[in-house]
């Protein structure tokens, strides 16, 4: 049974940093493609960023473009997703998500509806 948990979330100011981190126990199919997601309330949730299997591919929504880095280490199995410069439009709970045999592919890596493994959540607010 393959879980994630997300952890790293928490308080910062504008323009400060946080780093999250999502652990991966049980298989997942290869190739796959892991994700993290946001959901701010009363708002849908949107994809962030995504990477390959082997983490040569990732893919960016807009608005985190520059100031947030995906990355993976397959050995750990643990995805990363470095922010930096930090805005309080960041603030949302974030998720891990991990579609499991199937690529990454394009605009879809950022449609929740193609994973199918997803984390509990971990908070993020960034203040003003």
């Known amino acids: 049974q393959v879980q994630l948990v997300e952890s790293g979330g928490g308080s910062v100011q504008a323009g400060g940093s946080l780093r999250l981190s999502c652990a991966a126990s049980?298989?997942?199919?290869?190739?796959?493609?892991m994700g993290w997601f946001r959901q701010a309330p009363g708002k849908e949730r949107e994809g962030v960023a995504a990477?390959?299997?082997?983490?040569?591919?990732?893919y960016y929504a807009d608005s985190v473009k520059g100031r947030f880095t995906i990355s993976r280490d397959n050995a750990k199995s643990t995805v990363y997703l470095q922010m930096n410069s930090l805005k309080p439009e960041d603030t949302a709970m974030y998720y891990c998500?991990?579609?499991?045999?199937?690529?990454?592919?394009?605009?879809?890596?950022?449609?929740?509806?193609?994973?199918?493994?997803w984390g509990q959540g971990t908070q993020v607010t960034v203040s003003s």
């Open positions: 998500a991990a579609e499991g045999g199937a690529p990454c592919f394009g605009i879809a890596t950022m449609s929740p509806s193609e994973y199918n493994y």
């Open positions: 049980g298989y997942i199919e290869r190739p796959n493609c």
């Open positions: 990477i390959s299997t082997g983490g040569s591919g990732t």
